[in-house]
């Protein structure tokens, strides 16, 4: 009988070409098109905006893990990745220092303090809007048009607020040219970047389609328009880049699906009977704080079945 070698090590035992560098900047990629669609939008303020954010978050992690003693892991794309997501759900006409402040709170309240990448149970762009609102409530509801920068009104505020303001056309809302965060407004442009990461296989389809089904249903049952609803607002940008986050997502399909559904009635609740118009950033945090009792539930019934 031959002699074999047995090599014992830990797991995982199946390795994969991807890695989380890969991976965050495969996000990075995708965000792009919103990126110029939202400079060419609202003008090279827009640009600032998001350089100061990411630039503010990158150094607020350098800094954090320097001054702890952990390796330092700048160039993995987790911190651009926050500074870009933040930078996109603040109006485009803030001051630079809100960004700077905003990807201060991100990293170093949501993300560092809880361990770093991978331990965080809050989106930390999402988060540190939630702070940013409390905070500076006049600066954070303060819109402006496209190109010529007037103040007005999102399509939401002004069905919330019964405003004598005309509602703009399904195709204004799907390329863009309303009012709302510098990111979030064309629908085109994140959809370009969420088939670019479904065909490298970062994100699935259970979560971002759930949430927007979810918004659509509820919306038709409670009289509402649901296309309308769909196209408004951060939905599409909420559904396909922040509810996807790994960390602060369920881990298994049907936890995931469970989570968007939740998403998407915590969001409609919100808009419709709630303080303001727009729900998805706190329907994702919310949703956050229930992921480990999804995971929990779900892998308590997967035992169940296999007894």
Known sequence: MKNRTFSLAISPHIKSPETTSKIMWSVVIALLPAVAIGIHFFGIHTLYIILVSVIAAISTEGLFQLIVRRKVRIFDGSAVITG?????????AVPLWIPALGSFFAIFLVKELFGGLGHNIFNPALAARAILLASFPLIMTSWVSPFDAISC????????????????????????????????????????????????????????????????????????????????GGLILGAFFMATDYTTSPITKKGQIIFGLGCGIITCLIRFWGGYPEGVCYSILLMNCLVPLIDKVKGVRSQHLTK
Not at 84 to 92: E, R, S, V
Not at 167 to 185: H, M, Q, V
């Open 84 to 92: 870009l997501l933040l930078a996109f759900i603040l109006p485009p």
């Open 153 to 232: 009104a999102t399509p939401l505020g002004i069905i919330k607020d019964n405003l004598a303001s005309p509602l703009p056309s399904y195709l204004t809302l799907f390329i863009g040219t309303r009012a709302g965060c510098l990111g979030e407004t064309s629908v085109l442009a994140l959809l370009i970047g969420a088939i670019f990461l479904f065909l490298r296989r970062i994100i699935s389809w259970h979560t971002p389609l759930s949430f927007i089904a979810a918004v659509a249903l509820f919306s038709f049952c409670a009289g509402k328009d649901p296309l309308f609803q769909v196209l408004s």
